[in-house]
Structure formats: C-alpha cells, structure tokens
C-alpha cells in the first residue's frame, strides 16, 4: 500500500505568515492527492484536490502543488481561522483503497 | 444542502458486533461513491471502507478486512457498516463521507459529524 508522510507533524505559526506543508507518497502518485482541512470538534473540510485544484468556496490564500511523489500545501498568508491540522490523502485504483498522511496540526506562535 | 447523519455508535465489549447507519439527504445518493473513515481519539484519519455508487467495487482497510462489512442501499438513500470482531483498537469516532464520483477511488467531499465506536469491557 502506498504511504503519505506530512512534514512537519506540527508548527507553530503567525497571523499573516507564509506556511508550507508538505507531503511525500512512497511511489508515485501523478496528480491523485487531496488536502483536507480539520477544525477540533469538526468534520474535515476538502481544501484541494487533484494535487492543485481549489474546491469551490476555499480561500484563494490556500493553493496546492506537487506531482508524482512530492506534494504541498501553501497557505499564502495565515488567519486566525486557519489554526487546524491538515491532512493529504491519495487513492489507489489497484487495489481500491484511500489514504490519509498523518495530519500537520498549525498552531498559534 | 448535502447532509450526512451517522448512528448507530455507543459502548461495546471486544468480540461483539456493531452496525453504523448513514443518512444521506440534499444530493442525488446513486450517483456517487461513498465511503467510512474513522478517527481514534487524539489521532489522524484512517480510511476504513469505500463502496462504488452500484456496490460493484468495495474496499477494505487491511486493519479490518474479514471483520467489517460495507454496504448501501439506494433505495433508502442509506450506507451501513456491519461491524464484527470489535477490538480496543476499532475505538474512534467514525465518519460517513461522500465521495466527489461514482467510483471507489477519489476524493471524499462531504463528511458527517461522526458516530462515536468505543470498544471496552
């Protein structure tokens, strides 16, 4: 099965900083990847999907990167609001399943 | 408005047997894949099962493979997750999620507030 791996596992960050997260599959993946953003208390919410596409509704501030094995995720100017953990996840056509990278949780510096 | 209600979650002793409903309403159910995500308390997402919007492709998470069986009814506009087995480690909140297209393998869009598993004696 493939793996996802999120670097860093945590950070802590500013109001208005850039920050960058990151997410490694263990083979290549083309362009199969989504970010999801997680609030506590909350169901996720699907940021990005197909490595760089923004779902309807998400903040332009938000934008995704990345193919074949080395995918990110940039939040161009942090808000208050986007203190959360983020998740990629990747599916595999053979054998069918999903998966999910271990969660970058962005806190307040 | 898409709205995805789980149920059927509580306490249960290792061993024994749980089914998860989900309610879906405010989109056409038949047209999309859907799928059961879990989340331990404190932990990341593990996906858990998915199931194509015929039930002509189904997956499993090797974690519970042989243990947990997924399936829907369209008629009912309604996805079940029959649980056997249940062992400490299947505690989590589990999630019922919408897929983005008919088929097994894609992005899950929409997310139910979860239904609480916790599996003690």
């Known amino acids: 099965a493939i793996q996802l791996t999120q670097s860093p596992s945590s950070l802590s960050a500013s109001v208005g900083d850039r920050v960058t997260i990151t997410c490694r599959a263990s083979q290549g993946i083309s362009s199969a990847l989504a970010w999801y953003q997680q609030k506590p208390g909350k169901a996720p919410k699907l940021l990005i999907y197909?490595?760089?596409s923004l779902e309807s509704g998400v903040p332009s501030r938000f934008s995704g990167s990345g193919s074949g094995t080395d995918f990110t995720l940039t939040i161009s100017s942090l808000q208050p609001e986007d203190f959360a953990t983020y998740y990629c996840q990747q599916f595999n056509n053979y054998p069918e399943e999903l998966t999910f990278g271990g969660g970058t949780k962005v806190e307040i510096k | 408005e898409v709205q995805l209600v789980e149920s059927g979650g509580g306490l249960v002793q290792p061993g024994r047997s749980l089914r998860l409903s989900c309610a879906a309403s405010g989109f056409t159910f038949d047209d999309y894949a859907m799928h059961w995500v879990r989340q331990a308390p404190g932990k990341g997402l593990e996906w858990v099962s998915g199931?194509?919007?015929?039930?002509?492709?189904?997956g499993y998470a090797d974690s519970v493979k042989g243990r947990f069986t997924i399936s829907r009814d369209n008629a009912k506009n309604s996805l079940y997750l029959q649980m056997n087995s249940l062992r400490a480690e299947d505690t989590a909140l589990y999630y019922c999620a919408k897929d983005w297209n008919d088929i097994l393998t894609g992005y899950p869009d929409y997310w139910g507030q979860g239904t609480l598993v916790t599996v003690s004696s």
């Open positions: 197909d490595a760089s």
């Open positions: 199931i194509s919007w015929n039930s002509g492709s189904i």
